[in-house]
């Protein structure tokens, strides 16, 4: 996705990998402990475009820096990848708690949701970053 990116634009390549991400999560919130033939490809697509953007991502951020700080933008933006990668599986784990537990259709729809307002939040930071 880093070289698609490149090729068309970083804001609209994150923005819409976020989008498929939302729309996948709500998917499978709407899903949630129905037929394995449909929840499964749709886990599968919502793996793929939780990475589909770091490429895309680490990519601007390197191009976005002042050459002399590219060293410093990419810790900061791994920072953030690792903080963000620790705190959203706890926000879904407690989720999944609070509506019902891993066992409970709730439980993985809040916890889909959850997910789907991260893409949301990312999509919103991209369009709101300066060019």
């Known amino acids: 996705m880093a070289e698609v ?8 390549v994150i923005i819409g990998i976020c989008s498929v991400s939302v729309a996948t999560c709500i998917a499978l919130a709407v899903t ?9 490809p749709l886990l599968i697509l919502v793996q793929i475009t939780s990475f589909a953007d770091v490429g895309a991502l680490a ?3 390197v191009a976005a820096a002042d050459p ?6 990419l810790a900061l933006y791994a920072l953030a990848g690792f903080t963000t990668g620790f705190l959203g599986p706890v926000a879904v784990g407690n989720t999944l708690d ?7 259709a709730s439980g993985w729809m809040a916890g889909y949701v959850v997910i789907a307002l991260g893409s949301t939040a ?4 991209v369009w709101r970053a300066p060019e």
Not at 98 to 104: D, L, T, V
Request: aromatic share 8%; proline share 3%.
């Open 5 to 12: 990116a490149v090729r068309q634009g970083c804001r609209s």
């Open 32 to 40: 949630a402990g129905g037929p394995i033939e449909i929840v499964l």
């Open 59 to 61: 990519g601007g951020a």
């Open 68 to 73: 002399a700080q590219r060293g410093a933008a």
């Open 98 to 104: 609070w509506f019902g537990g891993a066992g409970s």
């Open 122 to 125: 990312a999509a919103w930071a």
